[in-house]
């Protein structure tokens, strides 16, 4: 398996509000899964990495409080930006490695515009 | 840490045949990912190089020097949708199973 489905597809929202950006793995399970972020004509840069049943590892310079990851499930993990600001606009991006393949597979993305 | 250089750039016409390279320098070395991302899309998984040689898939091969930290994608027969940014992967950390450590990328323009 190694559908990755994220949602949603694109959020705009207001300065200070909070967003979640939910991913899935549809076919498989996944203990792990990893949330990128790119910003327009750059490369994707790895925010942090969502372990099932324990707190994620973040990135140096990635603030955890800000950048909330729940993994609850071997299906589900989830990113919520908190207090959001017109900088934190960008993809945002999941991803999972597939069985049995073990090649990391992307969600479709979220784009996210903080007005 | 992981670090991996490829050109930011290429320009090439239909039907002809471009390759795009990639060095990189890391730690423990678990294989060599290319992906494709059209703009506004996500990456989508392209070749995986884990020991020296050529990988053929389709129109597209993937090449790989472990010895020269060196690799690289060919297309062939370019259509104007093959328009995109290519990237080269490394794994990050200490086993193949941890996240991958990206290249800038490479925007590849095909014209007509």
């Known amino acids: 398996g190694a559908v990755v489905s994220q949602h949603p597809s694109w959020v705009i929202c207001k300065s200070g509000t909070s967003v979640k950006i939910e991913c899935r793995s549809l076919?498989?399970?996944?203990?792990?899964m990893f949330w990128y972020r790119q910003f327009p004509k750059q490369s994707l840069m790895l925010m942090a990495t969502?372990?099932?049943?324990?707190?994620?590892?973040?990135e140096q310079g990635v603030e955890k409080d800000k950048f909330l990851i729940n993994h609850a499930s071997l299906t589900l993990s989830t990113l919520t930006v908190t207090s959001a600001h017109p900088e934190d606009s960008s993809f945002y991006i999941c991803s999972a490695r597939g069985q049995p393949d073990l090649f990391l597979h992307f969600g479709n993305g979220t784009r996210l515009t903080v007005t | 840490g992981q670090s991996l250089e490829q050109p930011s750039e290429v320009t090439a016409v239909e039907g002809a045949i471009v390759q795009i390279n990639c060095t990189y320098q890391t730690s423990g070395f678990y294989g060599l990912s290319w992906y494709q991302q059209h703009d506004g899309g996500a990456p989508t998984f392209l070749s995986y190089n884990g020991l020296d040689g050529l990988e053929e898939t389709g129109r597209f091969s993937s090449f790989l020097s472990r010895s020269d930290s060196y690799g690289y994608l060919l297309l062939q027969e370019l259509q104007m949708k093959d328009s995109a940014s290519y990237f080269c992967?490394?794994?990050?950390?200490?086993?193949?199973?941890?996240?991958?450590?990206f290249g800038s990328g490479t925007r590849l323009q095909v014209q007509p």
């Open positions: 969502s372990n099932e049943g324990s707190k994620a590892t973040y």
């Open positions: 076919d498989f399970q996944a203990t792990t």
């Open positions: 992967a490394v794994s990050k950390g200490d086993t193949g199973r941890r996240a991958l450590t």
